[in-house]
Every structure is written in C-alpha cells, then in structure tokens.
Antibody, heavy 119, light 109 residues
Framework: EVQLLESGGGLIQPGGSLRLSCAAS????????MSWVRQAPGKGLEWVSG????????FYADSVKGRSTISRDNSKSTLYLQMNSLRADDTAIYYC????????????WGQGTLVTVSS | QSVLTQPPSASGTPGQRVTISCSGS????????VYWYQQLPGTAPKLVIY???QRPSGVPDRFSGSKSGTSASLAISGLRSEDEADYYC??????????FGTGTKVTVL
C-alpha cells in the first residue's frame, strides 16, 4: 500500500525558514517523480514544485522560485522542500504527491502538513 | 502563474447529471492531458480522471471526462450524495509548471 507521510509544518515567523519532509513507502521511491502541492486555507490547489525520480530534473512555481529547494534522498525514500524567506501568503497545507513528470498526474497524496506564517 | 478556469459551483438532485467545465489555453489544455481530482471536506485530493477521459481503477463509471481544444469537462451522472465535494482540473503547462483549476464545489440538493 502506497503511503506518504508529511512532516515539518508549524508556525513560523515571516522571513523564517522551514524544511518539510515526506516519507514514502509501498512503492519503489526512486522510480517515480514526486511533487509538492499546497492549499491555502479555504482556497484551491496550487502546484509548488516537482522533481524527477533521479533528482536531476526540477521545476518550480514562480511563486516559490528562488526561495524554495526541492530535493530527495532515494536511500531514505524521502522527499524534502526547503522553504526560505517565508511570507504570509505561503500559509497553506502542503501535500506531497507521487506524480508523473511534466503532467498533471498525482496518483497518491499524503495527508498534508500545515505551514502557518505569522508573527 | 497560469490558472485553469472553472465555475465556482454546480449542483443537482440525486440521479441527475452534473457537468463541470475547465477552460485553459494552448499552452496547457491545448497541448497536454487533463486530469480531474475530487476533494472531500478535510481530506487530500483523489484522482478520478486521467489522460482526459480515463478512470483509475475503483472510480465509478458515473465519472467521465472529455477534452476539446483548450477546454475540458467532467461529467458526473447518476449523482449521489457522496459525490458532494470540490473538484479540480489539472494539466501541465508548456512553461514548465503544473497548473490547477480554480475548483468547483458540487452540491447534491
């Protein structure tokens, strides 16, 4: 059974940094692309970033480009999102999703981790 | 960031057919597959349509998808109370970003 478990969310002050993690199990992690998708409270879904199975191809949304870094450790079956210079509009539930690169395919999702940026 | 446009709401009575539209552009829907997600309250999204019109295993055949040019649609026939949820379309954009629709809340009257 595919399982994705996010962690690392919490309350952070504007300008601060946070690293989100997503522990994967139930599939061969290194064979699949992964993505981060976020959802602000009461709002719609927003694609944040994607990374290929090998980690050598990475894409970012303009809203986080230059402030965030996606990475993965295939030996630990774990996906990461390092977020810097956090702003109030980064407040959202962050989901990791098993995905297919360069598509809108996200076939398994974690339960999400809430990031709140506030002073 | 590119966004796909959906109507904010749609509704129907049990047994009726409801259709949700998704409007994009030549750089996303016009040149890539469309996907649809169902999000029940307080839960993560679930894939219900992939590659424009394919259903993952376990998704009832009451759900169907179509695409024409730069628009796509999701139809739910034989509407049931458990279909009440938010629905999002998604695609890849040739600007090398993922894009989602604005979301449609389906209400079963």
């Amino acid at each position: 059974e595919v399982q994705l478990l996010e962690s690392g969310g919490g309350l952070i002050q504007p300008g601060g940094s946070l690293r989100l993690s997503c522990a994967a199990s139930g599939f061969t992690f290194s064979s699949y692309d992964m993505s981060w998708v976020r959802q602000a409270p009461g709002k719609g879904l927003e694609w944040v970033s994607g990374i290929s199975g090998s980690g050598d191809t990475i894409f970012y949304a303009d809203s986080v480009k230059g402030r965030s870094t996606i990475s993965r450790d295939n030996s630990k079956s774990t996906l990461y999102l390092q977020m810097n210079s956090l702003r109030a509009d980064d407040t959202a539930i962050y989901y990791c999703a098993k995905s297919q690169f360069s598509s809108g395919w996200y076939d398994y999702w974690g339960q999400g981790t809430l990031v709140t940026v506030s002073s | 960031q590119s966004v796909l446009t959906q109507p904010p709401s749609a509704s129907g009575t049990p047994g009726q057919r409801v259709t949700i539209s998704c409007s994009g552009s030549s750089s996303n829907i016009g040149s890539n597959y469309v996907y649809w997600y169902q999000q029940l309250p307080g839960t993560a999204p679930k894939l219900v349509i992939y590659n424009n019109n394919q259903r993952p295993s376990g998704v009832p055949d009451r759900f169907s998808g179509s695409k024409s040019g730069t628009s796509a649609s999701l139809a739910i026939s034989g509407l049931r109370s458990e279909d009440e949820a938010d629905y999002y379309c998604a695609a890849w954009d040739d600007s090398l970003t993922g894009v989602f629709g604005t979301g449609t809340k389906v209400t079963v009257l």
